[in-house]
């Protein structure tokens, strides 16, 4: 597949490949246990950005953000994080700055969970001020526990197995598997989400078990979520980047 990511291409290049829309990963810097990197968010986000990116076809990556809303994981050394506020207007400065170069096709796509709501709150801003419909993608481990059920035990936890599987198809350099330590689970199935520091609940700083992380359900998974997310991409292109009736099928008169 073609280089499509922003940082490694020059003027020309870009000149001659019509892009016009930008695909923004953000992770984060946060530790993932003995085994997983700090940057293992930031890693799946520009893996599944790219993937995407290649799915639309005009669309370019833009450098990922490393640094998320991590004020939960704050309890181990060297996680930073960002304020709510602060990614907020990071990103509305990103779309502003393509705004001014005709581009007004944003999707941005986040592997943190503390991400989602400061990037939301952006897209709202960006569409009262400008109208531009930004898209957002998240929560590529709830996604693919759906579609890969009955094939794969893919769980939700932080540094847990299908974190380690994303690294070991990724980045496996960066991967320590000989260093894992299994644990029970994190229920991820109550009915109220409860808020405050993650070390409340898992006071190990990640939980599942990372043992059964392998390549090949990393690869697995970025699959399903590209077959998943795709068409839709595509659709949404096809539609000029706006959330009209094509969404609902309702029409006006």
Do not use: C
């Amino acid at each position: 597949m073609p280089e499509l990511r922003l940082t490694h291409l020059t003027a020309k290049t870009i000149r001659e490949g019509a892009f016009d829309t930008a695909v923004l990963p953000i992770g984060a810097t946060e530790m993932h246990g003995d085994h997983l990197p700090f940057s293992t968010d930031t890693i799946t986000a520009e893996a599944i950005a790219i993937r995407l990116a290649e799915e639309l076809g005009t669309a370019l990556v833009l450098p990922a953000l490393d640094y998320g809303m991590s004020d939960h994981l704050l309890a181990w050394p060297w996680t930073v994080s960002i304020r709510p506020a602060t990614l907020t207007q990071v990103v509305v400065d990103i779309a502003e700055s393509l705004l001014r170069h005709g581009i007004t096709r944003l999707l941005v796509v986040s592997a943190h969970d503390g991400n989602p709501p400061a990037v939301e709150q952006a897209a709202r801003e960006l569409n009262h001020r400008h109208g531009m419909v930004v898209a957002l993608f998240g929560g590529w481990q709830g996604m693919s526990h759906r579609l890969l059920k009955g094939q794969h035990d893919i769980d939700l936890d932080h540094a847990g197995s299908s974190e380690m599987s994303m690294i070991l198809y990724l980045a496996p350099e960066l991967a320590h598997p000989e260093w894992a330590v299994d644990l029970p689970n994190q229920k991820a199935d109550e009915p109220v989400r409860v808020f405050g520091a993650f070390s409340n609940v898992v006071p190990h700083g990640f939980s599942g078990q990372p043992s059964k992380g392998n390549a090949g359900e990393g690869e697995a998974i970025l699959n399903a979520i590209v077959e998943e997310v795709g068409p839709f991409l595509r659709d949404l292109a096809a539609n000029d980047w706006t959330n009209g009736a094509w969404m609902s099928g309702i029409s006006k008169e």
